[in-house]
């Protein structure tokens, strides 16, 4: 198989809203996909149909070539789901809710450790209720219910919201992790940093509509580059140039540099060009 995730023609409406509309999407085995867009753009729609947690007006959404819809219940411990809503057991501790998820998994959980150990999480919480967990806290519980059980697709809803940047840096080395064993990771986020860092590909949808999917080097081409150029008359120039970095040196040369920097197309301005650019 070399598809892990599929959308086709997929529609969800509510009421008289269409929050996402025919949108075709393939997710590869063992990349990294970044799923962007701003709010209420239909990011979570997707992934809870996709997860057959909402049934779709029209069109289908495979996960590893089974429609949720139809899966059996076995086919969700091949899959990590981590919510942007994430709600937990205020009452239950720590351990005994990653115990219920394995035990509604059916599996069992190879990666636990290592992922409290990655985040320097304190075991002795672990036997705490979650309702006295910090923001951050239950962010980590959730991360660790998605990966403990060592799934095939990671499909991640705003993973690193309530982190502080320590945690997203551990955040981070788990997805590395995922994907040098082959996994697939389906990550929604609005940090985009994260995903410039961590996308193979990247789509994004706005108003429920699919507007590109490409990878990030592709995308930043398309886009100029800043330039600043310190000339030895003590002056600076700015501009931004598009086209062969070549035949940008080479109109650098005439300037008279004595330093040079070339900033690339950050993926925040990307992101931006896409949406106000077929909003116009």
């Known amino acids: 198989m070399t598809t892990a995730l599929s959308i086709e023609s997929l529609t969800v409406r509510h009421g008289a809203t269409t929050?996402?509309?025919?949108?075709?999407?393939e997710v590869r085995v063992g990349e990294v996909f970044g799923f962007l867009g701003p709010n209420g753009a239909g990011k979570s729609t997707t992934i809870r149909t996709l997860l057959g947690l909402?049934?779709?007006?029209?069109?289908?959404?495979?996960i590893l070539g089974v429609d949720m819809q139809a899966a059996e219940p076995s086919l969700?411990?091949?899959v990590g789901f981590l919510p942007g809503d994430l709600a937990l057991f205020a009452h239950a501790t720590g351990r005994e809710t990653l115990e219920l998820f394995a035990a509604l998994y059916g599996t069992d959980c190879p990666d636990r450790d290592a992922v409290f150990a990655r985040f320097r999480f304190p075991a002795s919480a672990l036997d705490r209720p979650v309702k006295g967990y910090s923001t951050g806290m239950r962010q980590?519980?959730?991360i660790a219910l998605?990966?403990?059980?060592?799934?095939?697709l990671l499909v991640l809803d705003e993973p690193t919201t309530g982190l502080d940047p320590l945690a997203r840096d551990a955040f981070l080395g788990?997805?590395?992790d995922a994907r040098a064993r082959g996994a697939t990771v389906f990550l929604s986020s609005h940090v985009l940093d994260e995903v410039d860092r961590l996308a193979d590909r990247i789509a994004v949808i706005a108003q429920g509509k699919l507007r590109v999917v490409d990878t990030v080097e592709r995308l930043r081409a398309s886009l100029p580059r800043r330039?600043?150029?310190r000339r030895k008359d003590g002056t600076d120039l700015v501009f931004d140039a598009m086209g062969p970095v070549s035949a940008l040196l080479d109109r650098i040369r005439g300037l008279d540099p004595e330093d040079v920097e070339i900033a690339p197309v950050p993926l925040d301005a990307i992101f931006q060009s896409v949406v106000q650019r077929r909003d116009a």
């Not at 998605?146 to 095939?152: D, I, N």
């Open 19 to 25: 929050a996402v509309d025919d949108l075709n999407l």
């Open 54 to 62: 909402i049934r779709p007006d029209a069109g289908t959404a495979r």
């Open 76 to 78: 969700r411990r091949r």
């Open 140 to 142: 980590t519980l959730g």
């Open 146 to 152: 998605a990966f403990q059980h060592r799934p095939e």
């Open 174 to 176: 788990l997805v590395a």
């Open 227 to 229: 330039v600043t150029v």
